[in-house]
């Protein structure tokens, strides 16, 4: 198995997070792999906020329900990326949308998304995407500007213990040869 295989099979949502910063130069290598994500005609249509304040954290996770096991992550992670998206960009040539499946943009967050949680995981690091949360109030708590929705919180800092292997289908059961 290459290492790839590895850091794509060992990846997993990590939810509680030790005390302890994520040293500047990490961080970076984390933005740096979204950065070099594939995007729709390469429009890197992505932004990201880094946000390390305890009172934007706390603000942040007012916005996620507290049912959601990921609502104690975003507080207490020593950082929390919020992954934006400029609307109106991706699926678009001039101005105009070009799919049945409208903007592109959460196809392309998706694929930073993956960049930045798998090399996180690389680092050491844990991830847990976000997405059942007030999108509309962590704009404003971020001060996002008219035409970019914030998509997907995802703390980030040290596990504070090993995850469980959630279990996968097998490639048979999801793959069609030909047809479906």
């Known amino acids: 198995m290459t290492h790839l295989e590895q850091i794509i099979r060992q990846r997993r949502s990590v939810r509680r997070f030790q005390e302890r ?13 979204v950065r070099w994500a594939p995007s729709w005609a390469n429009t890197q249509c992505w932004e990201v906020v880094v946000v390390k304040d305890p009172q934007i954290k706390k603000a942040l996770a007012e916005t996620v329900s507290a049912k959601n096991p ?3 992550a975003v507080s207490d992670a020593p950082v929390v990326l919020a992954l934006c998206a400029r609307l109106k960009r991706s699926g678009y040539y001039k101005d105009q949308v070009t799919t049945k499946f409208g903007d592109w943009f959460m196809f392309d967050l998706g694929l930073a998304a993956q960049n930045l949680c798998l090399t996180a995981h690389d680092l050491g690091l844990g991830t847990v995407i976000v997405g059942l949360f007030d999108h509309d109030r962590a704009a404003r708590i971020l001060k996002a500007p008219e ?16 995850s469980r292997d959630p279990g996968r289908r097998e490639v048979a059961e999801f793959t069609h040869l030909e047809t479906f």
């Open 21 to 33: 910063e994520v040293p500047e130069a990490l961080l970076r290598q984390v933005l740096e792999a």
């Open 70 to 72: 990921a609502t104690r």
């Open 147 to 162: 035409g970019v929705e914030v998509v997907a919180l995802i703390p980030l800092g040290y596990p504070a213990k090993p």
